[in-house]
């Protein structure tokens, strides 16, 4: 017997780090997909599974802090981690999410050597094995002055100029990407308002860039972020990581 459509379509874990933080379009796109959204805060008190038997994945998103951060709430959501990692469970890194993820996976985070930042729209290149997967856009949206090394064990999907690592593949199921696709046109403009003090940085552009660059390059990053969800959730047409269907003679 095939699985039923509420197992294939279970909760997806979402993991955010502010209170007024959101999903944006990643959780409208899993949204449009039949998926509900599992939304959690740990920075507010809010407690992590100890299983993910119950979902169908989960995303940690960015944020402010640092993935060296010594706040216990970072320390517990990066040893968390290991949670879909045991279980096989389908997990993104956003930013600080791929930062986390790297940390648990024994790697580096760390700033640029030269004081560099990624704060605006930046080129992306796809390598070969990212290639092997999927179309890549050529530019993606940045916000961040950390970057990490690539864990031991991890395939490199796409690379750029200042952060050389910025998507990769751990595994069958974990996935860590540098640059930003959730953010709607509002989130957009919150952050180039409460972010501004930020574009005097070395290597950040200003915010007009910001806004004018998502005019030429958003519709291929959210398509890119549509397929991506799907290549990690939704291979085969099913739920990765679906409870399967028993014959029950």
């Known amino acids: 017997m ?6 294939v379509k279970r909760p997806i874990l979402i993991i955010l780090h502010q209170e007024r933080s959101s999903a944006g379009r990643v959780g409208q796109i899993l949204q449009q997909k039949g998926f509900a959204l599992d939304i959690r805060r740990p920075a507010l008190g809010d407690e992590l599974p100890p299983t993910l038997e119950g979902h169908s994945g989960t995303i940690v998103f960015g944020g402010p802090m640092s993935a060296n951060d ?8 990066i040893d968390w ?3 879909p990692l045991l279980e096989n469970k389908p997990y993104l890194g956003i930013c600080l999410g791929a930062q986390m993820l790297a940390r648990n996976l024994g790697g580096k985070v760390a700033p640029h050597h030269e004081g560099m930042t990624e704060i605006g729209w930046y080129p992306l290149k796809a ?6 997967l999927m179309d890549w856009p050529a530019m993606v949206y940045h916000f961040h002055r950390e970057g990490f090394d690539l864990p031991v064990g991890a395939e490199l999907l796409a690379t750029g100029e200042t952060y050389p690592n910025q998507a990769f593949r751990y595994g069958e199921n974990a996935w860590g990407i540098q640059f930003h696709g959730e953010l709607t046109r509002a989130m957009m403009h919150r952050w180039v308002v ?4 930020r574009f005097v940085l ?3 552009q200003i915010g007009k860039a910001h806004l004018d660059g998502r005019m030429i390059h958003d519709h291929p990053l959210r398509t890119w972020m549509e397929n991506f969800l799907e290549l990690i959730f939704l291979r085969g047409g099913e739920a990765v990581g679906a409870p399967k269907g028993q014959d029950r003679g």
């Open 2 to 7: 095939p699985a039923e459509a509420d197992d």
């Open 81 to 83: 981690l290991s949670v």
């Open 70 to 77: 010594e706040e216990e709430f970072v320390r517990r959501e």
């Open 194 to 197: 409460h972010g501004a003090h």
């Open 127 to 132: 390598t070969a094995a990212g290639k092997a």
């Open 202 to 204: 070395p290597g950040a």
